[in-house]
């Protein structure tokens, strides 16, 4: 249930109990000078001023049916306006809005990711019509336009390639970072980020239909439907306030001594429920912060606590998120070392991300590479260059079988088992296979056996990978739920499928395609160790460094700060009831009451601060 707000017309929370502790200052100033009556008005004035705010939201709140914490305080200042005894009243009033200032600040801003997103979705087009090239908005498209998408421009809406080569970045959509080769005949996808060659495409579908645009829909759907969060004080007020009322009315019937009654609810006044969860709250957070983990509010730190079901994405999570080359395969008479340095330095001419990784592995192992001269690339096909003597070729299947003579003794073989390949070629011979693969974090092995050990022992791996691939990493690692071929939807519906079913679910992932299952999730963790854009605008934390080990480490503060949070409240409510057994008895009266609950509000807050010192590897399971 939400809770009423007690500001609605201030711009900061802490006006309120900042200027209800002016008045109560004020008054002891003229306490202390001797002028009871003054110090009596200058109460009476801060408690009317700001009661009537907390009782007005509480009202407002009841008529909506929220029954919340505030009922016995704003019951408790009303009794001290009746009974004229502003003082414990104004004391309520200090300790009930501070505490929810401080609530208001755990809660952090909202998320922007829908804003995110529409900013950086595709904007314009250049558009063939009647044999000439016109820029529009992307929104004006229709379906059969011819388009055409320079190097480097986002693909502006879904179609099929009709002329040109070229590579697409599309890890925003799928989460993959190997790039996509097309050609004539080749689907794309609108967001995705060409290379460096222009292409000429037809429009399937509008760009409000397309893929993109059908993230942007799924993260706002995700935010709007997911479930409001309940404050802790408001659970345990389900209880607490009845018991206080049946203990106030009961010990002012018995005696006629309506003093009592005021006693009882400003005892009772439930500010170890409103100050403890926030403190400890606020605590984990900043500790988190120290540890490169934003949390992006108070919510987020409880549901966290709460996980019992984690589901990954592959690439950028489990993996580091860019190819590197897995293997180098000779084919006689040429050796290893002589393909990859020649492959290698050939590809020192090519612009795609592979040519670069390669080029890279070539490097680690040679101290320098040969020069090259006459370098001709054919765009998402291959490259070929003279090195010395030698006539080197690197590319794909059929870029090379196209330039060699093939027979018994010149075959290239077509290996299915490897994922993706070059093929190389020297001086027109076949020489051997350049097998590429994604490098899995080190870490995650370890990464697994920690959060089993922290009561999360289902792990489900989700990616826009082929299946094989996918399950081959999962085989690798031990995770008997894989899911590969996974579009942005897909991966909501899952999770979707685990929250229905009750399990409560950390989601972790890294890409613009991921932004829709993160929202979705019971709790989200965006890793962002390389720029987070959309992906974190999504999640509920945000990992600032490329370290997987956070997520863990993460899920430890937050269950620790949550197991403060209810020592505290816990403590504070039973401290508050034996004082409202002595108020009852007529053992206090109604402002050493409130000072009383100062000093039990006091140890609360000392207790709950705990919260910012590291967490013990002792808090394991899932807080219930």
């Avoid at 306006?81 to 809660?107: F, K, N, S, W």
């Avoid at 190097?151 to 989460?175: K, M, N, Q, Y």
Wanted: hydrophobic share 45%.
């Amino acid at each position: 249930m939400r809770r009423s707000k007690v500001t609605h017309w201030y711009n900061s929370p802490a006006v309120i109990p900042g200027l209800a502790t002016a008045f109560v200052l004020g008054g002891l100033v003229a306490w202390t000078l001797r002028s009871p009556v003054w110090a009596h008005n200058i109460w009476m004035a801060g408690l009317v001023a700001g009661g009537s705010i907390v009782v007005t939201g509480t009202i407002r709140g009841a008529l909506h049916g929220r029954w919340a914490s505030d009922i016995v305080a704003a019951m408790a200042i009303v009794t001290s306006v009746v009974m004229d005894q502003p003082l414990a009243g104004l004391i309520v009033v200090v300790m009930q809005t501070g505490g929810e200032a401080l609530e208001r600040y755990a809660e952090g801003r909202a998320s922007r990711a829908v804003q995110e997103l529409e900013a950086d979705r595709p904007k314009s087009a250049h558009v063939l019509r009647g044999g000439e090239v016109s820029d529009i908005r992307a929104d004006e498209l229709v379906v059969g336009d011819r388009v055409i998408v320079r190097a480097g421009e986002l693909v502006p809406c879904d179609g099929i390639v009709e002329e040109g080569r070229s590579e697409l970045d599309t890890s925003r959509l799928t989460g993959e970072s190997l790039p996509q080769s097309i050609e004539p005949g080749v689907p794309v996808s609108s967001g995705s980020i060409n290379g460096d060659r222009a292409f000429t495409m037809r429009a399937t579908a509008i760009a409000e239909a397309s893929q993109y645009e059908r993230i942007v829909q799924l993260v706002r759907a995700a935010l709007e439907t997911k479930a409001p969060f309940q404050r802790i004080a408001d659970r345990y007020a389900i209880w607490f306030t009845p018991i206080t009322l049946v203990i106030a009315v009961a010990a002012a019937a018995t005696t006629g001594d309506y003093e009592r009654f005021l006693a009882v609810l400003v005892v009772a006044t439930p500010c170890p429920l409103i100050l403890a969860p926030p403190i400890a709250i606020i605590g984990g957070i900043n500790r988190a912060a120290r540890r490169q983990i934003i949390v992006r509010n108070g919510a987020a730190i409880e549901r966290l606590a709460t996980a019992d079901v984690a589901v990954l994405d592959k690439t950028g999570t489990l993996t580091i998120g860019k190819p590197v080359v897995h293997a180098v395969i000779p084919y006689p008479p040429f050796s290893r070392a002589d393909v990859l340095r020649l492959a290698g330095a050939v590809e020192q001419g090519a612009a795609h991300l592979l040519a670069r990784t390669l080029t890279d592995a070539a490097k680690a192992e040679n101290a320098s590479l040969p020069p090259v001269r006459d370098v001709v690339e054919a765009p998402g096909r291959g490259v070929s260059g003279i090195i010395g003597d030698d006539t080197v070729m690197v590319g794909s299947h059929g870029f090379i079988a196209e330039r060699l003579t093939l027979d018994a003794d010149n075959s290239i073989p077509d290996d299915s088992s490897v994922g993706l390949k070059a093929y190389v070629a020297i001086n027109g011979r076949f020489a051997g296979v350049v097998a590429y693969d994604e490098q899995l974090r080190e870490s995650v092995p370890a990464i697994l056996s920690e959060l089993e050990s922290l009561g999360i022992p289902r792990v489900l791996l989700l990616s826009g990978d082929h299946g094989d691939n996918a399950r081959a990493i999962a085989k690798s690692l031990g995770i008997n739920e894989v899911r590969g071929d996974m579009k942005p939807a897909d991966k909501v519906d899952v999770v979707k499928e685990l929250t229905a079913a009750g399990d409560r679910v950390l989601m972790v992932g890294d890409g613009t395609n991921d932004a829709p299952a993160l929202s979705a999730a019971t709790v989200g963790i965006a890793l962002a160790g390389h720029g987070g854009g959309v992906t974190a605008e999504a999640a509920d934390l945000v990992i600032l460094v490329d370290d997987l080990e956070r997520v863990p480490e993460a899920i430890r503060i937050s269950r620790r700060s949550m197991k403060i949070a209810r020592e505290s409240v816990w403590a504070g409510l039973g401290l508050s009831g034996i004082a409202m057994l002595f108020a009852a008895a007529g053992k206090i009266a109604p402002v050493p009451g409130a000072l009383l609950q100062e000093v039990i509000d006091i140890a609360v807050i000392i207790n709950a601060l705990r919260a910012s010192a590291g967490p013990p590897r002792s808090i394991q399971r899932p807080i219930k």
